[in-house]
C-alpha cells in the first residue's frame, strides 16, 4: 500500500489532529523529523536550480534530499501567477516524499515600500500599504486588522501560509535600523495593534483559511547598545540602563493573548540582567523560561535567520550570529539551541547536525519529537495536508485586487503627519501653482501644478527626505539605516536658503526618529510620512486627502539627547522637539 492513501490515519482528515500528528510522527526517521526542523530561504525559479547569489541550494535538494518542507520566499514578485505556479510546484515535489509531508511557505512583509532582504520585499503585485509605523501612525485596531486580512487573502492566493510579523520591538532606542517595522514607541498602543493584527491573518483561531503569524523578537529587540543591530558583530548587546527589561515584554504578552501562533527570539544578547549574556534563542532562561513557563506561550519557537552557519549574503561574509558563543562549533550550537527550548532554525539548512546530535546521545528523539508535534500539527491544522495546492489561475484576480489597493492608499494619505503648518500653508489651495520639487517625481507633481526648474519661480517647494544615516559598507550590511539621525550641516544650510527662496514643505520619511531641530523654523511646514506614494503626498498637500497621523514616537531635539537616553526607556530624550501623538489637522473650511 503506498504511504500517499488516504486509508493511512494521518491522511484521513476526519480524525483529531492530535492522532493524525501521532500517526505520522511514528512514521518518520530521524532524518525526516530533522529536515522538519529547518527553515531557509528559497527564491521563486525552477526548483532544480541553486541560487549562488544567495547561496542557496535548489529546492530540489532541499525537499528531495535533505527532506526540508518549511521555506522562506524571498524576493519582490511582479507576477502572481507565476509565483502561484511555483508554489505548486514546490508542492507537487513534496508530494513524491515517502510521506508526502506539504511545504509551509513563509514571507517577510511584502505590502509595504521597505526593500531589504533580510527584512521584507516591496509591494510588487501586492497592495501597498504604510510601514507598520504609518499604521501605528494612524492608530486604528480596527484598520491593522483590516490591512492583516487583506494580506491573509494576497497570502493565501499564493500558497505563502507563515507570516515572519508582526514586529512589535519598541523603538526606545532611536537609532536602532528596524525601527521602521515596529508600532513605535509605546508599549500599550503596540499591544492594541499587535492583537489586531493576528486577528487579521489568523482569524479567531487557526485554520484552513488562515496564515499563521511568527511575532518577533523575542523579549524586544530596541534597546540596542547605541543603536546598533544584532545582525551585525558590533551590535550584538541589548542593555537595560534604565532597568525596563520588563515594558518591552508587553506587547509580547498581548500578542499571546491575541492567540499568536509561533515567536522568533531575536539574535540580541541581554547585557547586565538576570538572564545569562548569550544571544536569546541560545537562552534557556529567555526561551523555556519567561516565554514558555512565565508567560505561556505553547506554540512554535522560531529563530531568527543563521544563527548556526557562516555564510556570505550578496557578497559579504557573514558570521553566524551565535553571540555570546562564538567559540561553539556548529554541532554545539545545535545543541545548545534545542536545550533552550525553540523547535525551528531559521535560516539554516543544516538538518545533518540534529541527526548526528541525536546519534551521539547528546540530544534524545523525544526532544525532536516534541518540536516535531508543534510543526505538524500547524501543517493540519492549516489544512495543508487536505490542500496544499492553490488556484494560480485566479491568484492574480486577488493578489493586487482593485479593493485592497485602495485601501491601501487610503492608509498611505491617512498616515501623513503633520508636525508644523505655518499661516496654513497646507493645504495649498491655489489652482495650479509653480511647483519646486526635489524627491518628488516631476511627472506625478504635473497633474498639480506647474513644474519649474528654478525655485525663485516657484510658488510653493515640495521636497521629500528619507532620514538622515550613516552609510555602512558591504552589500547587505549597506541595507540598514544607522548612526546618527542629524541632518548634514550643509544640507540643513541649504534647505534654510531654500525656504528663504520660497515657502518649503518638506516631507521627511521617518524609518527612525529624525533630528529636524535644524529646519523646524524655517520650512512653511513640515511633515512626517511612514511610507507613502508620491501621488498620496501630493493628495494630502493639495487637500485631496486628510493627514490624520500622530507622531508613533518622540523626535528627539538633538543627537546629544539621543546619546543620554536610556536605551530601554521610552519617551527618555531630554526635551523632545515633538512628543509621541503629536499631529496637526487641517484648518476647516472652503
Given at each position: 500500500m503506498s504511504e500517499h492513501e488516504?486509508?493511512?490515519?494521518?491522511?484521513?482528515?476526519?480524525?483529531?489532529?492530535?492522532?493524525?500528528?501521532?500517526?505520522?510522527?511514528?512514521?518518520?526517521?530521524?532524518?525526516?523529523?530533522?529536515?522538519?526542523?529547518?527553515?531557509?530561504?528559497?527564491?521563486?525559479g525552477p526548483i532544480d536550480e541553486a541560487n549562488p547569489h544567495m547561496g542557496l541550494a535548489s529546492g530540489e535538494h532541499m525537499i528531495g534530499e535533505q527532506l526540508m518542507s518549511h521555506f522562506n520566499v524571498l524576493g519582490t514578485a511582479p507576477d502572481t501567477t507565476a509565483l502561484a505556479e511555483w508554489t505548486n510546484a514546490l508542492q507537487e515535489r513534496a508530494s513524491r516524499t515517502r510521506l508526502g509531508i506539504p511545504v509551509t511557505l513563509s514571507?517577510?512583509?511584502?505590502?509595504?515600500?521597505?526593500?531589504?532582504?533580510?527584512?521584507?520585499?516591496?509591494?510588487?503585485?501586492?497592495?501597498?500599504?504604510?510601514?507598520?509605523?504609518?499604521?501605528?501612525?494612524?492608530?486604528?485596531?480596527?484598520?491593522?486588522?483590516?490591512?492583516?486580512?487583506?494580506?491573509?487573502?494576497e497570502y493565501l492566493a499564493v500558497g505563502i501560509r507563515l507570516a515572519l510579523h508582526p514586529q512589535v520591538d519598541l523603538a526606545t532606542?532611536?537609532?536602532?535600523?528596524?525601527?521602521?517595522?515596529?508600532?513605535?514607541?509605546?508599549?500599550?498602543?503596540?499591544?492594541?495593534?499587535?492583537?489586531?493584527?493576528?486577528?487579521?491573518?489568523?482569524?479567531?483561531?487557526?485554520?484552513?483559511?488562515?496564515?499563521?503569524?511568527?511575532?518577533?523578537?523575542?523579549?524586544?529587540?530596541?534597546?540596542?547598545?547605541?543603536?546598533?543591530?544584532?545582525?551585525?558583530?558590533?551590535g550584538r548587546e541589548q542593555v537595560y540602563p534604565g532597568d525596563n527589561f520588563d515594558y518591552h515584554l508587553i506587547p509580547f504578552r498581548a500578542a499571546i493573548a491575541a492567540g499568536a501562533a509561533q515567536m522568533m527570539p531575536y539574535y540580541g544578547m541581554p547585557v547586565g540582567t538576570e538572564h545569562e549574556e548569550v544571544a536569546f534563542a541560545f537562552n534557556h532562561g529567555i526561551i523555556t523560561g519567561l516565554l514558555c513557563e512565565e508567560l505561556g506561550f505553547?506554540?512554535?519557537?522560531?529563530?531568527?535567520?543563521?544563527?548556526?552557519?557562516?555564510?556570505?549574503?550578496?557578497?559579504?561574509?557573514?558570521?553566524?550570529?551565535?553571540?555570546?558563543?562564538?567559540?561553539?562549533?556548529?554541532?554545539?550550537?545545535?545543541?545548545?539551541?534545542?536545550?533552550?527550548?525553540?523547535?525551528?532554525?531559521?535560516?539554516?539548512a543544516r538538518p545533518e547536525l540534529v541527526v548526528e546530535l541525536v546519534e551521539q546521545g547528546r540530544i534524545t528523539e523525544d526532544r525532536i519529537d516534541a518540536s516535531v508535534r508543534r510543526l505538524l500539527r500547524e501543517k493540519f491544522v492549516l489544512g495543508l495536508f487536505e490542500q496544499p495546492y492553490v488556484d494560480?489561475?485566479?491568484?492574480?484576480?486577488?493578489?493586487?485586487?482593485?479593493?485592497?489597493?485602495?485601501?491601501?492608499?487610503?492608509?498611505?494619505?491617512?498616515?501623513?503627519?503633520?508636525?508644523?503648518?505655518?499661516?496654513?500653508?497646507l493645504p495649498v489651495r491655489s489652482p495650479r501653482p509653480r511647483l519646486y520639487v526635489e524627491g518628488v517625481d516631476p511627472e506625478v507633481a504635473a497633474a498639480y501644478g506647474e513644474v519649474v526648474a528654478d525655485p525663485a519661480s516657484a510658488d510653493v517647494a515640495l521636497v521629500r527626505m528619507q532620514t538622515p544615516y550613516e552609510p555602512r559598507p558591504g552589500g547587505f550590511e549597506?541595507?540598514?539605516?544607522?548612526?546618527?539621525?542629524?541632518?548634514?550641516?550643509?544640507?540643513?544650510?541649504?534647505?534654510?536658503?531654500?525656504?528663504?527662496?520660497?515657502?518649503?514643505?518638506?516631507?521627511?520619511?521617518?524609518?527612525?526618529?529624525?533630528?529636524?531641530?535644524?529646519?523646524?523654523?524655517?520650512?512653511?511646514?513640515?511633515?512626517a510620512s511612514f511610507g507613502g506614494s508620491d501621488a498620496a503626498f501630493l493628495d494630502v498637500v493639495f487637500g485631496q486627502a486628510l493627514p490624520e497621523g500622530r507622531l508613533p514616537f518622540d523626535l528627539p531635539r538633538s543627537m546629544a539627547a539621543v546619546e543620554a537616553s536610556r536605551s530601554d526607556v521610552p519617551y527618555d530624550t531630554e526635551d523632545p522637539l515633538f512628543r509621541f501623538g503629536h499631529g496637526l489637522t487641517y484648518p476647516s473650511g472652503p
Open positions: 488516504p486509508a493511512l490515519p494521518y491522511r484521513d482528515a476526519s480524525l483529531p489532529v492530535e492522532d493524525r500528528v501521532e500517526d505520522l510522527l511514528g512514521r518518520m526517521t530521524v532524518a525526516e523529523k530533522a529536515g522538519m526542523l529547518f527553515q531557509t530561504m528559497i527564491a521563486p514571507t517577510d512583509p511584502r505590502n509595504h515600500f521597505t526593500d531589504n532582504v533580510g527584512t521584507a520585499a516591496r509591494a510588487g503585485a501586492f497592495s501597498q500599504w504604510p510601514e507598520t509605523l504609518g499604521l501605528a501612525a494612524i492608530g486604528s485596531a480596527d484598520l491593522v486588522e483590516a490591512f492583516a486580512d487583506t494580506v491573509r487573502q532606542e532611536p537609532r536602532w535600523s528596524r525601527i521602521g517595522g515596529t508600532f513605535g514607541e509605546d508599549a500599550e498602543l503596540s499591544a492594541e495593534l499587535v492583537a489586531g493584527y493576528i486577528r487579521g491573518f489568523q482569524g479567531a483561531e487557526l485554520g484552513p483559511q488562515s496564515v499563521s503569524t511568527m511575532t518577533k523578537h523575542f523579549p524586544g529587540g530596541g534597546p540596542q547598545l547605541d543603536g546598533e543591530d544584532p545582525h551585525f558583530a558590533y505553547a506554540g512554535i519557537v522560531c529563530t531568527d535567520w543563521g544563527l548556526v552557519t557562516d555564510t556570505s549574503i550578496m557578497g559579504q561574509d557573514m558570521p553566524a550570529r551565535a553571540w555570546g558563543l562564538e567559540h561553539l562549533d556548529e554541532l554545539s550550537r545545535v545543541e545548545r539551541i534545542l536545550q533552550a527550548g525553540c523547535d525551528q532554525f531559521g535560516g539554516e494560480a489561475g485566479a491568484a492574480s484576480g486577488i493578489v493586487g485586487r482593485a479593493d485592497f489597493v485602495a485601501a491601501g492608499e487610503a492608509a498611505q494619505r491617512h498616515a501623513f503627519t503633520v508636525l508644523t503648518n505655518v499661516e496654513e500653508t549597506a541595507m540598514f539605516h544607522a548612526g546618527s539621525l542629524d541632518i548634514p550641516a550643509d544640507e540643513v544650510e541649504r534647505l534654510r536658503a531654500l525656504a528663504l527662496a520660497v515657502p518649503t514643505v518638506l516631507d521627511m520619511h521617518l524609518d527612525r526618529p529624525a533630528i529636524l531641530t535644524g529646519v523646524v523654523d524655517a520650512v512653511a511646514a513640515l511633515v
